[in-house]
């Protein structure tokens, strides 16, 4: 310790963080100075962050290297402030970097230095490496960061509300524009790391979806430093997985599988569902690390891993151990998964396995699979109506009255298959459950002629005066609001004796 420090007590440290250690060609430069106090009363003059542009590089007929050096960027962040003994103070910077920018590497570098002057001490100082990477660019549809700025103000804001909605939006428009904002990628990693829960929920979030495609090594580390942090905050985990799932194809796999052999199921399902729904397609090392966990002790993972080979419905042989699964596995969970993933297989030529698999378990002794089967009718093929036609039969006269009803509402996606209408109608008419009824008129109202429809609809609420019946019929008119028969049988719904049933229609009428 030099003479000054031992007199006026020493002990001031200067800490440079950069938000991100390598950036783009006319991206951002951002970070954080944290100036630590010493042992006395000290007062500032000035403190700089500079970015020093260096090329060293080999001349012809020389030992001695060329070296060359410029000063891009030579600014102050705070003049004349006292520093009290022991405090310590924080100063965030960004800069916009030029845009023509070398990238490093062949003898180019750059280097972050940051110096206090606190007179009677020794100056602190601190320095950090920037890499600089190729980017795309400053073209006409790249914002600078005060384009972003006067875009989103709110990305300024110290209302956590506004701050929250303008990444928000940020987020959303990332997937139009995704590479003319790679400009706030250090704007979200800061807030990140030093918002609230709900700021770094939502920055992470808006992060994840701009940098999708772009990540780099720096964004994989610092996901699995968020994975190590994330404590019980649900939402900033979910987050965290969703952007590990999106960077998978470029370096992020590792880290999903570590995360896929988590003691916490919930860990574990969010993976797998976060690979299904996330995570490219198909990527080189998905479908193996998804088949490794098909064992999964919990149900709810299993269901999440089969659920996610909807992905792979073109390999024959795994959508065939996806049928034979729902044999074996004990979990309605899971069984009602490997239903929904056989759907859209004749796609892919494996019309056979479906229809097979279909109506082998329509006698399942679990609903939710038989459920599931009525959810997916829609899915054949429209040659595919004799299919259709024995399946929905055969699940309208299900014991089960929540059966009947998700089926009786499907025929609303069925409209390819006008020839199954009288199906339809016979539940409408004969089913003893009325919201069941109700739900089959709703489901007609995709299949008949419009005249039709109302003509039935007049039928209904004149033999049957259940509440859910005019509910159902209600429902059916609302798509049909713009047309004379449409309008006409709304007007008469007005006058219902079911008062929440007139009030709606008149409702709708007002919208049509």
């Known amino acids: 310790m030099g003479f000054l420090n031992k007199l006026f007590g020493g002990g001031t440290k200067l800490e440079l963080t950069l938000d991100a250690s390598q950036a783009p060609a006319g991206g951002v430069l951002s970070g954080t100075l944290t100036l630590r106090g010493g042992k006395k009363d000290l007062t500032l003059t000035s403190l700089k962050v500079r970015l020093l542009y260096l090329l060293v590089r080999s001349t012809e007929g020389s030992s001695l290297p060329e070296v060359k050096t410029n000063m891009l960027i030579d600014q102050t962040l705070a003049e004349g402030e006292s520093l009290p003994g022991g405090s310590s103070r924080d100063y965030e910077f960004s800069f916009q970097l030029p845009a023509d920018l070398d990238p490093s590497g062949d003898g180019v570098s750059y280097k972050v230095m940051a110096a206090a002057d606190i007179p009677k001490v020794a100056d602190p100082t601190a320095e950090a490496t920037l890499t600089i990477v190729e980017g795309a660019g400053m073209d006409l549809d790249t914002l600078t960061l005060e384009d972003a700025y006067a875009r989103w103000p709110d990305l300024r804001s110290d209302d956590e509300d506004e701050l929250v909605e303008a990444m928000r939006e940020v987020m959303l428009e990332c997937y139009s524009e995704r590479d003319g904002l790679q400009v706030l990628e250090p704007v979200l990693a800061k807030h990140i790391r030093k918002g609230s829960p709900e700021v770094r929920t939502q920055a ?9 495609g772009h990540a780099r090594k720096e964004h994989i580390a610092f996901l699995r430093e ?3 942090s994330w404590g019980d905050d649900v939402d ?8 590990a799932a999106k960077f998978a194809d470029e370096g992020a796999l590792s880290l999903m599988k570590e995360l896929a052999k988590s003691d916490d199921e919930e860990v574990r399902q969010e993976v797998a569902d976060q690979l299904r729904f996330a995570a490219s397609d198909k990527f080189r090392g998905k479908l193996g690390m998804l088949e490794g966990m098909m064992d999964d002790p919990s149900p709810a993972v299993r269901a999440a891993v089969f659920g996610a080979f909807s992905d792979f419905r ?6 065939k151990r996806v ?16 239903i ?8 892919d030529g494996l019309a056979d396995l479906q229809r097979a698999t279909y109506a082998k378990h329509l006698d399942n002794p679990n609903q939710r699979v038989r459920k599931e089967i009525a959810e997916n009718l829609n899915t054949f093929a429209e040659t595919d109506v004799e299919t259709v036609r024995g ?8 014991g089960d009255p929540e059966v009947r009803r998700t089926t009786a509402w499907q025929f609303v996606n069925l409209s390819e298959f006008p020839a199954l209408a009288p199906l339809g109608k016979a539940a409408a008419e004969n089913d003893p459950v009325a919201k069941v009824r109700g739900d089959a008129l709703f489901g007609l109202s995709s299949m008949l002629p419009v005249a039709e429809l109302t003509a039935f609809y007049r039928g209904r609420l004149a033999a049957d005066p259940a509440s859910e019946v005019a509910w159902g019929v209600l429902s059916g008119l609302r798509d049909h609001g713009d047309t004379p028969e449409g309008q006409a049988l709304l007007r008469e719904l007005c006058g219902s004796p079911h008062e929440d049933v007139a009030s709606s229609a008149r409702e709708a009428l007002d919208d049509a």
């Open 323 to 338: 049928a034979e699964r729902i044999d074996t596995d004990p979990s309605e969970e899971v069984q009602a998964a490997c």
């Open 391 to 398: 399946l929905a039969q055969r699940l309208l006269q299900d």
């Open 236 to 243: 900033f985990r979910r987050e965290v997985i969703t952007a």
């Open 226 to 228: 968020l994975a190590g």
């Open 204 to 212: 992470l979030e808006a992060w994840a979806n701009l940098l999708d």
């Open 314 to 319: 073109d390999k024959k042989k795994l959508m």
């Open 340 to 347: 929904s993933t056989l759907a859209l297989i004749h796609y």
